[in-house]
C-alpha cells in the first residue's frame, strides 16, 4: 500500500469504518473459504437452522435464518439438488412445504464448519485466545443492543 492509498486518521480511528473494514475483510474470507468445499453462505444458514430447530416450513426457517423468502427457495432447492435437505408437503397443510435435514445434509455441515473455523482462526490470528473472547462478547453486545433499538 502506498502512501496515497492510506485513508485519513480522522476516518481509520473510527469504530465504524474499523467494523465496515473488517466485515468486508471477514466476508471474502467467508465466502471463499466456503466455495472451496462448493458451498455458499446461505447453504451453511439453512443446514445450521434446520440442524438445531429441526424440520421447519420454509417460512420458518427464513424467519430463523434470516434469509429472504426468494433467496431461501433458491438455496432450498440448490440443497435439495444435492440431496442434503428433502422438502414435503406439510401434513397439516399440504399448502405449504416442510424442510428437513439430511444424512448427507449433516456431513456436509461438519465439513462446512470445519471450514468456518479455519476461516475464524484466519480472521482472528493477531488476536489471544482472551481477545477473541472479547471481541466476541462485545460484538454480540453492540448487535443486541441495535436490534433491539431498532
Known amino acids: 500500500m502506498t502512501d496515497d492509498d492510506t485513508a485519513p486518521t480522522r476516518l481509520t480511528g473510527l469504530p465504524s469504518w474499523l467494523l465496515t473494514q473488517t466485515a468486508a475483510y471477514a466476508g471474502r474470507l467467508v465466502t471463499d473459504g466456503l466455495a472451496s468445499v462448493d458451498a455458499r453462505g446461505y447453504h451453511f444458514r439453512v443446514l445450521a437452522t434446520l440442524d438445531e430447530y429441526g424440520p421447519a416450513s420454509q417460512a420458518a ?37 416442510v424442510v428437513t435435514l439430511t444424512a448427507t445434509g449433516r456431513r456436509q455441515l461438519a465439513t462446512l464448519d470445519e471450514q468456518l473455523a479455519t476461516v475464524q482462526e484466519q480472521l482472528l490470528t493477531p488476536l489471544s485466545a482472551a481477545e477473541r473472547t472479547q471481541l466476541t462478547t462485545l460484538l454480540a453486545k453492540l448487535l443486541a443492543y441495535h436490534r433491539m433499538s431498532s
Not at 433467496?71 to 397439516?92: S, T, Y
Open 61 to 97: 426457517l427464513g424467519r430463523r435464518s434470516g434469509i429472504h423468502l426468494s433467496d431461501l427457495v433458491a438455496a432450498i432447492n440448490e440443497l435439495a439438488a444435492r440431496g442434503l435437505v428433502e422438502r414435503a408437503p406439510d401434513l397439516d397443510d399440504r399448502r405449504r412445504n
